[in-house]
């Protein structure tokens, strides 16, 4: 009796975890983005990626984002999507629209992808986002964090920038160039000291040779 009771209760403490695993996974997709090697003043490829998290199965249809601080920016045509670009002051909104019955699915998450030239002189960009489903839903991806406390419940997209790259890092290049003209120098004089070497040892058998031929005369 006592251990058929300790397997129900087992059973069930699992059972609940799995529910408040599967419960939690929705919120923890966030459109986000992501740009390896983004460096402040420089260009970069930002990828915007955006999961589907509707409770009523709904597709997503639209994705807005504002980009503060750019030069200027070029899209990556999506097959399905429209796109528009503009730009109001220093920020550069870019939207993308579903074609009609399409979107992204339940399940499934959508990636757009953004050239950005000039990227601002700031440690971090935040890049707020308005995410729309085909059901009227809006979510609005533009919350900050705040210190001391967790993440948002609707975190805005942020990317963090590297430093700028020195000027003297490109001279680097030169110094295995430097390298492989002074180790191909190095084998050139080895290999005529290999030569000379053999010539004076051949000299020599010649010159003991003749020696011995003398002594048996």
Do not use: C
């Not at 010539?199 to 040779?209: F, K, N, S, T």
């Amino acid at each position: 009796m006592n251990k058929s009771w300790l397997r129900r209760v087992g059973s069930t403490v699992v059972a609940a975890a799995a529910a408040v695993v599967v419960a939690a996974a929705p919120a923890s997709a966030h459109v986000t983005v992501s740009a390896p090697g983004a460096t402040r003043g420089g260009s970069a490829v930002l990828v915007f990626r955006v999961p589907n998290e509707s409770l009523t199965n709904s597709p997503t249809v639209e994705l807005a984002v504002r980009i503060p601080g750019v030069t200027a920016v070029d899209t990556l045509a999506v097959p399905g999507w429209k796109v528009v670009t503009h730009k109001d002051g220093s920020v550069t909104a870019v939207t993308w629209t579903a074609d009609s019955g399409g979107g992204i699915g339940p399940g499934q998450f959508g990636q757009f992808t953004v050239l950005a030239n000039g990227l601002p002189d700031m440690d971090k960009m935040t890049m707020p986002a308005v995410q729309t489903y085909a059901d009227g839903e809006i979510v609005k991806w533009e919350d900050q964090p705040e210190t001391g406390k967790g993440e948002p419940e609707y975190p805005a997209p942020t990317l963090a920038l590297a430093a700028k790259q020195s000027g003297g890092a490109e001279n680097h290049g030169d110094i295995p160039a430097m390298s492989t003209s002074s180790g191909s120098a190095s084998d050139d004089t080895a290999r005529w000291l290999g030569v000379i070497g053999i010539v004076l040892g051949a000299l020599g058998l010649l010159i003991g040779g003749g020696a011995v031929m003398r002594r048996r005369q």
